[in-house]
T-cell receptor
């Protein structure tokens, strides 16, 4: 089954405790991206990756890191989480960059709470 | 970069009525405009998209129109049904140097009353 898998789905942590949200896709997609969803603000892009070892900032990259060492995985790293990073996070992938072909497939989301 | 404004933030209609959601974008170089539907507690899913070389696209009860001159695009849902109730997001993809950036609007909560 084609899917984008995120883990953990739910996490409560404390300020400053490093955490990683994993994202894996099994569709051999080149493009992967992270979004955060906050009420009234929609989906805001954090980082995206056009292919292995190629990453770039989205609209709200501050406080986040990513890596793309393998095609299927695109982890989101919060080195020192703060309460303003409490949000619902979505990982997404598509065959190539959105608009060239196909659609963006989203994972089920990871709800993160930083105390 | 791109900025996308979406209106209205909430929309309530009776079953069978039409619903229209509008988005404006700032960068005239944007060339791809998808619409996503997010049901409660679920992930966003693509429902329709349009490219800048097309003015209108239809898929059964949904349609999207694009006005490049005015830099706005709209989602039209006809004969609405309760299962159309969801949050709808528009988005615009910038064709500039940051080729992978996809900017979303703030979302519209659509409620269809039986």
């Amino acid at each position: 089954e084609a899917q984008v898998t995120q883990n953990p789905r739910y996490l409560i942590t404390v300020t400053g405790k490093k955490l990683t949200v994993t994202c894996s896709q099994n569709m051999n997609h080149e493009y992967m991206s992270w979004y955060r969803q906050d009420p009234g603000l929609g989906l805001r892009q954090i980082y995206y990756s056009m292919n292995v070892e190629v990453t770039d900032k989205g609209d709200v990259p501050e406080g986040y890191k990513v890596s793309r060492k393998e095609k299927r995985n695109f982890p989101l790293i919060l080195e020192s989480p703060s309460p303003n990073q409490t949000s619902l996070y979505f990982c997404a992938s598509s065959y190539v960059a959105p608009g060239l072909t196909g659609e963006l497939f989203f994972g089920e989301g990871s709800r993160l709470t930083v105390l | 970069g791109e900025n996308v404004e979406q209106h209205p933030s909430t929309l309530s209609v009776q079953e069978g009525d039409s619903a229209v959601i509008k988005c404006t974008y700032s960068d005239s170089a944007s060339n791809y405009f998808p619409w996503y539907k997010q049901e409660l507690g679920k992930r966003p899913q693509l429902i329709i998209d349009i490219r800048s070389n097309v003015g209108e696209k239809k898929d059964q009860r949904i349609a999207v129109t694009l006005n490049k001159t005015a830099k706005h695009f709209s989602l039209h849902i006809t004969e609405t049904q309760p299962e159309d109730s969801a949050v709808y997001f528009c988005a615009a993809k910038w064709s500039g140097t940051s080729y992978g950036k996809l900017t979303f609007g703030q979302g519209t909560i659509l409620t269809v009353h039986p």
